[in-house]
């Protein structure tokens, strides 16, 4: 992976250049300076700290915190008020309900549904197509 710094001093963005040869551009949130591809949706109100990687098709709703070295892959939906902790990966097109708590170094595979409201530990995975729901201490409940 190449990283190339955009333009003149100052720019609010970033290209870098995938193992493909394609190159990507993100822009530097408002809200936490982490990088958005283009073609993700994040709210004015997200926090998305500096390191977080947010991939094309994302959306993230008011009021989430995305922490540093978060990894969101592409078309990923994480609601309002989720918080995912730092170092965390969401794989491309999981789902993130409302008020979700993702742990530190937490792994959400592909597809993946994660309810609202539930608790994922640190260093939790929670495989490729699961729908999980947790009480707010992190215990699974009857699906």
């Known amino acids: ?11 609010n963005y970033i290209d870098i250049e995938d193992d493909h040869g394609d190159v990507l551009r993100y822009r530097k949130h408002a809200n936490g300076r982490g990088l958005i591809a283009h073609g993700a949706k994040v709210h004015a109100t997200a926090l998305v700290e500096q390191g977080a990687y947010v ?14 070295g978060v990894w969101i892959e592409p078309d990923a939906v994480i ?13 491309p097109g ?15 595979g592909a597809h993946a549904k994660v309810a609202g409201g539930s608790l994922i530990g640190d260093d939790v995975s929670v495989p490729e197509g699961e729908r999980i729901a947790t009480d707010r201490r992190g215990l699974r409940l009857a699906a």
């Open 94 to 108: 999981a789902a993130i309900g409302p008020k979700a708590k993702i742990g530190v170094r937490a792994y959400i």
């Open 1 to 11: 992976m190449s990283l190339f710094q955009g333009g003149k001093v100052g720019k």
């Open 79 to 91: 609601g309002p008020n989720a918080e995912i902790a730092p170092h965390a990966h969401i794989g």
């Open 55 to 68: 991939e094309p098709g994302v959306q993230v709703a008011a009021g989430a915190h995305i922490g540093r």
